[in-house]
Every structure is written in C-alpha cells, then in structure tokens.
C-alpha cells in the first residue's frame, strides 16, 4: 500500500465547529454540515478526523470530511448507523442545528491522488463515498485532472444515497466516469420514511436503474482486470476494505497500486 508523508500534526489539536445544517436522507444516515468557529481544521482531502459530539463528550469518533479543505472553515460529514454504534446513532438520530462539535487532529493520509497523471480508480463501499467525494474536488481544482473512475457500492438501489450529487458530479466533470454497484437490484419492502419524504417532494432523482451493476464491488471492480498502472483508492467499512483488497491482489493489482486507510 502506498503512504503519504506523516498525517498528524505535532501537537493535539481541538477546533469547535457548529452544525448549522442536519439532513437526515434515511432512516440509518445523516448528512452533517459545520461552520468552524475560530480555527480551521488543517486537514487535507481524503484525511479522517476525531469528532466529538455534546451528547456523547466521552466518545469521538472518527469521521471523514466530505469536501476539501476551504478558508471559511466548511465541513461536511456522511454519518451511517451501525450496529451499537451510540455516537453514530446519536449523530443520525439527534443531532440539532447549533450543536457545537470538537473536531481533533486530521489523521490518515493514504487515500490521495498523486500527480502522476495515471488513471484513477476509486471504490466507495458505503459513506466511504465522503472522503473520495472531497478527492474528487480538491482534484477538479487541478489544470488537467486524471481520467478517474468512481465505482459507488450499496447493498439496494435504495442505500445509494447521494445518487442526486453523483449525477451532478458526472455531468460536471467530463474526466469522471461513475459505476453505480449493488448488491441486490431491488429496494427492501421495509418504508424508508425519510427517503420517501425525499422522492414525495423531488419525484425519480439520481442515477438511473438501469445504469446500476449487480454484485459485491470487489466481483464488479475486479472483473475489470488487473489495474497494473492505475492508482486504485479503497474506502468504506473494515470489512469491505479488506475483501476488496483482498480481491484485487488475487485478480492481479499489484500492492503498492492500493491506497486504503488501515483500521
């Protein structure tokens, strides 16, 4: 796996943000969008942070940011429930506009584009979306960004849940291709009201069904071939992470290709 130069910053560091906008898209995720008050937090694209919430000041949590880093102090998180997760839940489930966040020392530091100008290949299991969302912007920043492909991975149709941004990404930015990846072609028969609140009021929004690939995102990626020149970005759960890797080693992409964060 290739590493980028040393992520933390030499002393600890504790920026307070406030949430000035809380969007629940299901009943199991949150978008999250913060003002830093004072500070900015020093991260770079595709770094992770330690966030601290006021319903739970015991526990942070790590979380990626979704955009790139800006002077007016911006963020943006994806949040997904897990399964006992209380921060997670919290965040989804009680997070209110005018919260006041600690957000603590940017960490991480694999996930990045070089300027090599080689093709790129990202896979977003998930909210794993958020950081190569925030690659993708710092590098349309660039005079000549490399050809790039997004493979966006769900369990439904459904679980696709920034299918509206993604079609606007790739429409604006003509060096993006994205492959929409689902494990099942077919939504639960369990209602999502918050997703239904969302097409009630938009109608049929994002990617197009018949656009959407049916499978594990390492069976879709790796049916691709071996990406021997590529530089390959891995991002989503500890599980998808490693039987995505694993799939790409065993398919032929060489190891220092690879770019993950280790958990």
Same mark, same amino acid.
């Given at each position: 796996?290739? &590493?980028?130069?040393?992520?933390?910053?030499?002393?600890?560091?504790?920026?307070?943000?406030?949430?000035?906008?809380?969007?629940?898209? #299901?009943?199991?995720?949150?978008?999250?969008?913060?003002?830093?008050?004072?500070?900015?937090?020093?991260?770079?694209?595709?770094?992770?942070?330690?966030?601290?919430?006021?319903? #739970?000041?015991?526990?942070?949590?790590?979380?990626?940011?979704?955009?790139?880093?800006?002077?007016?102090?911006?963020?943006?998180?994806?949040?997904?429930?897990?399964?006992?997760?209380?921060?997670?839940? +919290?965040?989804?489930?009680?997070?209110?506009?005018?919260?006041?966040?600690?957000?603590?020392?940017?960490?991480?530091?694999?996930?990045?584009?070089?300027? +090599?100008?080689?093709?790129?290949?990202?896979?977003?299991?998930?909210?794993?979306?958020?950081?190569?969302?925030?690659?993708?912007?710092?590098?349309?920043?660039?005079?000549?960004?490399?050809? +790039?492909?997004?493979?966006?991975?769900?369990?439904?149709?459904?679980?696709?849940?920034?299918?509206?941004?993604?079609?606007?990404?790739?429409?604006?930015?003509?060096?993006?291709?994205?492959?929409?990846?689902?494990? &099942?072609?077919?939504?639960?028969?369990?209602?999502?009201?918050?997703?239904?609140?969302?097409?009630?009021?938009?109608?049929?929004?994002?990617?197009?069904?018949?656009?959407?690939?049916?499978?594990?995102?390492?069976?879709?990626?790796?049916?691709?071939?071996?990406?021997?020149?590529?530089?390959?970005?891995?991002?989503?759960?500890?599980?998808?992470? #490693?039987?995505?890797?694993? #799939?790409?080693?065993?398919?032929? +992409?060489?190891?220092?290709?690879?770019?993950?964060? &280790?958990?």
């Amino acid at each position: 796996m290739q &590493s980028a130069t040393p992520s933390s910053t030499d002393t600890d560091i504790a920026v307070s943000a406030t949430v000035v906008e809380h969007h629940r898209l #299901r009943s199991d995720l949150a978008v999250v969008r913060l003002e830093c008050n004072s500070d900015i937090v020093p991260f770079r694209a595709g770094q992770y942070v330690d966030v601290t919430v006021p319903q #739970r000041p015991n526990l942070p949590r790590r979380l990626s940011p979704a955009l790139p880093p800006s002077m007016d102090g911006k963020l943006e998180f994806h949040v997904r429930t897990v399964p006992g997760g209380w921060v997670s839940k +919290t965040i989804v489930e009680s997070t209110s506009p005018g919260d006041v966040w600690t957000i603590g020392n940017p960490r991480g530091g694999d996930l990045h584009v070089d300027d +090599t100008g080689r093709i790129v290949v990202m896979i977003a299991g998930g909210t794993g979306l958020a950081p190569l969302r925030a690659l993708l912007l710092d590098v349309a920043r660039r005079p000549q960004p490399p050809r +790039t492909f997004l493979f966006v991975g769900a369990r439904t149709p459904r679980d696709l849940y920034a299918a509206d941004m993604l079609a606007l990404l790739g429409e604006a930015l003509p060096w993006l291709t994205i492959v929409p990846v689902t494990e &099942s072609l077919y939504d639960p028969p369990i209602q999502d009201p918050f997703y239904d609140r969302i097409a009630s009021h938009v109608g049929d929004f994002g990617i197009d069904p018949d656009e959407i690939l049916e499978g594990t995102l390492g069976d879709i990626v790796t049916s691709y071939g071996a990406f021997g020149d590529h530089q390959v970005l891995v991002c989503g759960s500890a599980a998808m992470v #490693r039987s995505t890797v694993q #799939r790409l080693l065993e398919t032929g +992409t060489p190891l220092e290709n690879i770019r993950y964060d &280790s958990y």
